[in-house]
């Protein structure tokens, strides 16, 4: 995935010291980082460059959500909402919420019925014991992002 990036992880890290965060919030390359851990792993600095990725998403979905493409704030939002509802994605919401959001409904619908027959696909969600937990993690979260 680093050949199809902009911007390549050290350069991410270099504008930041240089207090360039506005460039980055823009840069489509933040949004392409699939968050494999392969430059955290990598780092002979013992840095953390995909925490860094992840928190310019953040800041970028919360400062500057125009920015953010269209199909990419859909399926965060989808996934993160499967998470708080049910502890765990459940794959047919997350795919029926993100096609909502993301405006293409009826795109992959040609693959449901085969993933249903090998048990690819639940229709209904399971939730973990520790459901109560995620929940307050996801109201803590909340309530430090209004401060």
Not at 1 to 18: F, G, N, P, V, Y
Not at 85 to 102: D, M, N, P
Request: charged share 25%.
């Amino acid at each position: 995935m680093a050949s199809e990036m902009d911007l390549k992880t050290h350069e991410i890290i270099r504008l930041l010291q240089l207090d360039m965060s506005e460039r980055l919030i823009s840069a489509e390359s933040i949004w392409m980082c699939l968050t494999c851990e392969t430059c955290t792993t990598r780092c002979p600095n013992e840095f953390d460059p995909a925490a860094v990725i992840d928190a310019l998403r953040e800041i970028a979905l919360r400062q500057s959500p125009a920015v953010v493409p269209q199909k990419i704030a859909a399926f965060h939002s989808a996934f993160l909402d499967q998470i708080r509802t049910h502890g765990r994605v459940f794959e047919f919401g997350l795919v029926a919420s993100y096609k909502l959001r993301g405006g293409a409904l009826f795109a992959d619908v040609g693959s449901v019925p085969a993933m249903l027959i090998r048990g690819k696909l639940a229709l209904a969600p399971r939730r973990i014991d520790g459901i109560k937990e995620v929940r307050k993690i996801f109201a803590r979260c909340t309530t430090e992002k209004a401060r």
